[in-house]
């Protein structure tokens, strides 16, 4: 999807935070990531990918040892997460997954970016590269 549709410049990918309750250190991760984000957008998909890779060690110690590995400014990062920089970010993204019918993790809306949000199709759930391919063919032939 990346190389067909994102870098060709038919669509744009946004990533929105949606920590679930049930997953007590979801909160922090996305924190955590949103940190690193502040030292190179490349630093924020790092840390996610591999947040997400090691989503059952989450927690302060793991962020830091992946912090290092990355070779993020340390003091810096840890700083961001004490502060809970971005708390009110987090709960925008989670209050506009409500709004928009989404209460798990994978969703994706595939549509239309409006002023006050997107309006679309909601495909919930790890699914196959066809099921997004058709879905964006449908809505860039309407264009």
């Not at 990062?77 to 989404?102: H, M, N, P, V, W």
Request: hydrophobic share 35%; net charge positive.
């Amino acid at each position: 999807m990346k190389r067909n549709y994102v870098e060709t410049g038919k669509v744009r990918y946004v990533s929105r935070d949606l920590p679930l309750p049930m997953h007590p250190n979801a909160m922090s991760a996305a924190q955590a990531a949103r940190c690193a984000g502040e030292q190179g957008t490349d630093k924020f998909w790092e840390m996610r990918h591999r947040l997400i890779v090691n989503a059952n060690q989450l927690g302060t110690d793991r962020y830091n040892s992946i912090a290092g590995e990355l070779k993020l400014d340390q003091p810096r990062f840890q700083k961001c997460l004490t502060d809970e920089r971005y708390k009110k970010e987090i709960a925008k993204d989670i209050s506009d997954a409500e709004a928009a019918g989404i209460t798990g993790t994978p969703s994706f809306v595939i549509g239309q970016t409006m002023s006050d949000g997107v309006t679309g199709v909601r495909i919930v759930g790890a699914q196959p590269y066809a099921a997004f391919d058709v879905k964006l063919k449908e809505l860039l032939s309407v264009r």
